[in-house]
């Protein structure tokens, strides 16, 4: 597994290497300078202090276009065809003559050093490896460069701290009560019960039974007892043709018994008019501004918005906790939970949630921020980018509205529990909807898809372990984790892919005791109430303005384009007319060379003349 090491740290790693290759070519560079300084000085004391030899004119080899024929010379003329050999000794003279020329003229560092005739051979091969070590360092650190934009193609950063809260959508709040059997509701459904079943069993027994409804949304089997009676109850509601929907719609507070007053917006308004039932994973509860309804009609619905701060300008609701009412609680004390979540999401687990206590003012401040991505995001492969935009998930969202993550990963958990006992639990009934495996996308159509009863409970306990993780339809346990630390929609869950744009809800609790025996604000909401075992809840935003972040692609071509040409500059002086002068060198001239050289010379190469000296 390849580590990636942060980038400021790999750029001062890699430019500490560059330093002391630099480092060792400029002492090289310095060294050959010194030689070259005393090679002439040696050969000027060489030819001063030795004897100098006589001139041998037995052969004397010259090129020349004019010469002079004599009778003392003897004179050999040779002249060659017009052949493919001699076009390939034309081509290589005219390059030869071009690339002296272009290394003599460019502003590449050290290319004319390698060109000047004057230096010594020896100096122009240290240059010539100095500019071949810097190409090098170049094309290695555009590698790098490369690489890191393929391992990390998008960058999220901090576009505004000022973004106005109108652009953003009010969160849903759901509401569910701790009780999830109402010890009312549960007496009269025993008193509504008949069958063969119910001659041995007390109404008393069966009322303490109706607890274990509670297993469905925590199944435990602690013994075979357990097993044999959630059997047995299970038995006696098949014989009066109730489903666990049913059963659990009769058994839970409905939300007009759990709202009491609302005011949205500072104006006061009936409850049934904003909440709503709904299903959660605390199963029956009361939720406002959530859109993931299986109602086409409701799930066209808009997001709810607001225009100002505090909590004069939110959500108030007056709860009723019933603290006599309790017969099975889901924590061992009093209270309501409160679930924050965007409105298209489905209020799982990892949705950001408070308790409410009973005869507590609650004040909920949020402080929501938003990740949205640019076009040229869009514009990137999914296996690139990661990430997926809520208008390209239409086979995964069906009337959840909008493609989310969490969607996905509520459908997969769903989808796991289904393979592995045949059945869904009822409260992701709803979540069918949103499965293209499982519905038809059509809340309408009765699909043969068994809800979870009783009997299912030991099956749903036996493989918790593969759906009540962040790996859904994978055992993940302490010993058995995935071996990969970046999430990856190939190898991920179900394939769920992140979104590109989400919200996000961070909050803020403060709480106070709630009594009116001295308060004269609000009295037409109060009207009529004893606060007695009630809550108030506000939920608002904090400020008018929040954070935004952009996620974007984090090397476009002309960052690319800089970064390269910023390498190039850095380490052989390169730029746009460096490459001019390479087209120019290279196709113009050399093609005006050629021509010029054939028009003056068709037939024939320079002459060689090969002259002796002869005595008479």
């Not at 090098?136 to 790098?144: P, S």
């Not at 060198?585 to 054939?598: G, K, P, Y």
Request: with cysteine.
């Amino acid at each position: 597994m390849v580590k990636i090491v942060p980038p400021g740290k790999t750029a001062y790693v890699i430019f500490e290497r560059v330093e002391r290759v630099h480092i060792g070519l400029v002492a090289v560079l310095t060294l050959a300078s010194f030689a070259s300084l005393l090679k002439p000085a040696v050969a000027w004391f060489h030819r001063r202090c030795s004897i100098p030899e006589p001139r041998n004119p037995e052969i004397t080899i010259r090129r020349s276009e004019n010469v002079t024929r004599s009778p003392d010379i003897t004179m050999v003329e040779l002249q060659r065809e017009k052949t493919p050999a001699r076009r390939s000794s034309a081509w290589r003279r005219v390059l030869t003559k071009q690339a002296r020329e272009f290394c003599l003229s460019t502003g590449l560092h050290g290319y004319k050093y390698i060109a000047q005739s004057q230096r010594s051979v020896y100096e122009r091969g240290i240059w010539a490896v100095g500019v071949v070590v810097s190409l090098c360092c170049a094309i290695a650190l555009m590698q790098i460069a490369w690489e890191y934009n393929a391992a990390h193609p998008t960058l999220t950063v901090i576009e505004s701290t000022h973004h106005g809260i109108w652009n953003y959508r009010f969160p849903a709040v759901t509401i569910c009560d701790l009780n999830r059997v109402s010890l009312r509701r549960a007496q009269d459904l025993v008193n509504s019960l008949h069958g063969p079943r119910l001659a041995n069993e007390s109404e008393t027994v069966l009322l303490a039974e109706m607890r274990l409804l509670n297993k469905l949304l925590d199944p435990d089997i602690s013994s075979q007892k357990v097993y044999t009676n959630l059997t047995r109850l299970q038995e006696i509601f098949d014989d009066n043709d109730l489903t666990i929907p049913d059963v659990m719609k009769l058994v839970t507070r409905n939300c007009s018994e759990i709202t009491v007053r609302c005011k949205w917006k500072g104006n006061i308004i009936s409850c049934d008019s904003i909440f709503e039932s709904s299903l959660s994973r605390d199963g029956i509860c009361c939720s406002f501004n959530y859109i993931g309804v299986p109602d086409r009609e409701k799930s066209r619905r808009i997001p709810k918005r607001v225009t100002a701060c505090g909590y004069q300008t939110g959500l108030t609701v007056l709860l009723n906790m019933a603290p006599l009412d309790y017969h099975a609680a889901l924590l061992g004390g009093y209270g309501l939970k409160v679930i924050l979540h965007d409105p298209y999401d489905y209020p799982d687990r990892n949705a950001k949630n408070k308790l409410i206590r009973i005869d507590k003012e609650v004040f909920l401040s949020v402080t929501p921020e938003v990740t949205y991505s640019t076009d040229d995001v869009r514009s990137l492969p999914v296996s690139k980018r990661s990430c997926i935009f809520s208008d390209e998930g239409q086979d995964l969202t069906a009337l959840m509205g909008n493609y989310s993550y969490n969607n996905c990963l509520a459908v997969c958990r769903m989808q796991t529990i289904f393979e592995k006992c045949e059945c869904i639990p009822y409260y992701q009934e709803y979540l069918r909807f949103a499965s293209v495996d499982l519905s038809e996308n059509d809340p309408d159509t009765n699909t043969s898809v068994r809800i979870c009863n009783l009997t299912d409970v030991k099956c749903v306990y036996d493989f918790q372990d593969w759906y009540e993780t962040s790996w859904p339809g994978t055992k993940v346990t302490n010993r058995h984790l995935p071996s990969i630390e970046v999430l990856d929609y190939e190898s991920g869950p179900c394939k769920c892919i992140p979104d590109c744009s989400l919200f996000r809800y961070p909050l803020q609790s403060s709480a106070g005791i709630l009594d009116r025996s001295n308060a004269y604000h609000d009295l037409e909401f109060y009207k009529g109430v004893d606060v007695k075992n009630h809550s108030l809840l506000h939920v608002f935003f904090s400020d008018l303005v929040s954070t935004q972040y952009r996620r974007d692609v984090y090397y476009d071509w002309h960052n690319l384009f800089a970064s390269f040409g910023g390498l190039l500059g850095l380490f052989a002086g390169f730029s746009l007319m460096s490459a001019f002068e390479l087209i120019y060198f290279f196709s113009i001239r050399l093609i005006a060379d050629l021509w010029t050289d054939e028009m003056t010379n068709p037939d024939a190469q320079p002459l060689v003349w090969i002259s002796k000296w002869v005595d008479y």
